[in-house]
């Protein structure tokens, strides 16, 4: 009789423990980006965290395509950039009149926008870009939007090519064309970037001082940004336009869960150093008060009032 009843609540148990774990989609960007490797390193620790939530990373087209599937319910998580999840939310630009259900769990780096181009493309300076085929950032993506919105300000109109970030740095490797936007850091190239380098003499195109600052005063949502020279073999200092990237989800993930995610993330010290450089030795939750645009999910605020940091009103659910 005993053994039946152990058996019995041993099955009940274990049967409530299934039910209790939650399946979400990550959705995170091209596999040949440096941050897929970052979300697949996020989503081990997650699925390792003993929570019961188990992530499933899926290759996207990046912060665009990720809110698209977020806002369709077939995605619970992604990728998003700072301006982008801000014009998101706030119903502007590319969202005008729709105003996406969005709050962010954490902001993991900054992410410089690089002009690439072939070093014998003739093309030695932003101004040259005029009718040069060149690729504005993979399709659906934050880099793709903001590059076309940044050139468009400052009066460059390029021939510009869509494709995906393999089938770009082919084109670029074959001078089919001359380049293309890729997310950097601000002490590392992408790795896409240090790829075609490998096989291609490149050149990083630079704004001007005015240039910068018009971006700053009409695009208030980004920042500029020094780069430091050597970020690559022959690479001089340049200064581009910026952003920050991290990862949101909508209103409809409940607050246990992620508190498990951010929980997974905040209580980590090596993971996502060695799957991105920018990661390493960061203070992630001082970084995501300093980047944040838009309100953190009430998960991820839980996480950080418990563990002693002040969340500002403006980043507050519904602020």
């Not at 105003?99 to 902001?107: M, N």
């Not at 089919?176 to 003499?201: F, H, N, P």
């Not at 090596?270 to 645009?293: E, H, I, P, Y």
């Amino acid at each position: 009789m005993k053994t039946r009843l152990f058996g019995a609540l041993s099955a009940a148990l274990l049967t409530c423990t299934a039910a209790q774990a939650e399946d979400i989609l990550f959705g995170s960007t091209s596999a040949s980006s440096s941050h897929y490797g970052y979300i697949v390193a996020v989503g081990k620790l997650i699925n390792e965290g003993g929570s019961g939530v188990n992530a499933t990373v899926v290759e996207t087209g990046a912060t665009m395509d990720n809110i698209r599937r977020m806002e369709r319910g077939q995605m619970d998580l992604g990728i998003v950039t700072t301006n982008v999840v801000q014009h998101a939310v706030s119903g502007k630009k590319d969202f005008e009149g729709r105003a996406q259900d969005l709050q962010l769990l954490w902001v993991y780096s900054t992410s410089v926008q690089n002009i690439v181009v072939r070093a014998d493309s003739g093309v030695k300076s932003i101004d040259d870009l005029n009718d040069v085929r060149l690729n504005p950032g993979i399709k659906g993506s934050a880099t793709e939007s903001t590059t076309e919105e940044v050139l468009t300000l400052l009066g460059i109109k390029p021939d510009y090519v869509r494709g995906s970030t393999t089938d770009v740095v082919n084109r670029v490797k074959d001078n089919r064309i001359s380049g293309y936007v890729k997310s950097g850091t601000e002490t590392s190239l992408d790795s896409s970037t240090m790829d075609l380098a490998t096989a291609t003499e490149i050149r990083i195109l630079g704004i001007s001082d005015e240039q910068a600052a018009l971006i700053r005063e009409k695009m208030p949502d980004l920042s500029t940004m020094t780069v430091a020279a050597g970020v690559a073999e022959g690479i001089p200092s340049y200064t581009s336009w910026t952003f920050g990237v991290g990862v949101a989800a909508t209103s409809k993930m409940s607050e246990d869960t992620a508190y498990e995610i951010v929980k997974a993330v905040m209580s980590d010290t090596t993971t996502q150093g060695m799957a991105l450089a920018s990661v390493k030795n960061a203070d992630l939750a001082q970084r995501t008060l300093d980047f944040a645009t838009v309100p953190l999910h009430p998960g991820a605020v839980r996480w950080f009032e418990e563990n002693g940091y002040t969340v500002p009103d403006r980043l507050k659910p519904g602020a």
